[in-house]
């Protein structure tokens, strides 16, 4: 199993560009996130994904856009990226909604906006 | 909305023992969290606690909950460098993602 997986790595961005981040599991999870997380804020939820087909907005979801691709997909989208944007994005995943299921976590991936 | 608050930063000595505190607003919070964060990595569970317990043990760390004042801590024993990462606490009240607190940054002195 290689658990989350998120591509890319590192981005470097021009304000006013779009990408898309990209986020796999292969652990037939039900639930996806994706946080952001900035010095001395955090983590912060940006969007989640409860199951396949449906997705809700978290603490910080203006900026952005998802899609929840498939059961194994989740990626999150910067339409005109701005130097606000500029952080750690984490996604997550979950089986489902019960307290003892544990959260796991991509490495992350490291955005500049210049 | 739910609060979680952690002091930011911890500095101990390598052999000593580690507390880390947090605290929550969040009373129908049902499973209280600690993750670990590793430098250049992601969040890693380190163990969790149901609200209906006050304490847990696994190994050299022990969790603490004090539902009445909506304290939780972490305490690691005989600290090593290895331990060195950022710390979360995370509540789960209900059907809501986890909430998050800002983690607190334990260095570990040889």
């Known amino acids: 199993n290689a658990g989350v997986t998120q591509t890319p790595k590192f981005q470097v961005l021009k304000t006013g560009q779009s990408m898309t981040l990209q986020c796999a599991q292969d652990m037939n999870h039900n639930s996806m996130y994706w946080y952001r997380q900035d010095p001395g804020m955090g983590l912060r939820l940006i969007y989640y994904?409860?199951?396949?087909?449906?997705?809700d907005k978290g603490e910080v979801p203006n900026g952005y856009n998802v899609s929840r691709l498939n059961k194994r997909e989740f990626s999150l989208r910067l339409e005109s990226a701005a130097p606000s944007q500029t952080s750690v994005y984490f996604c997550a995943s979950k089986k489902g909604d019960i307290g003892t299921d544990t959260q796991y976590f991509g490495p992350g991936t490291r955005l500049t906006v210049l | 909305g739910e609060d979680v608050e952690q002091s930011l930063f911890l500095s101990v000595r390598e052999g000593d023992s580690s507390v880390i505190n947090c605290t929550y607003t969040?009373?129908?919070?049902?499973?209280l969290y600690w993750y670990k964060q590793e430098p250049g990595a992601g969040l890693q569970l380190l163990t969790y606690?149901?609200?209906?317990?006050d304490m847990k043990q696994d190994q050299r760390l022990t969790v603490l909950l004090n539902k009445k004042d909506k304290h939780l801590s972490l305490r690691i024993a005989d600290t090593q460098t290895g331990d060195s990462a950022i710390y979360f606490c995370?509540?789960?009240?209900?059907?809501?993602?986890?909430?998050f607190g800002k983690g607190t940054r334990l260095s570990v002195i040889a």
């Open positions: 995370a509540e789960k009240a209900g059907n809501t993602p986890l909430v």
């Open positions: 606690i149901f609200s209906n317990m």
């Open positions: 994904s409860a199951s396949e087909g449906t997705t």
């Open positions: 969040d009373s129908s919070s049902t499973y």
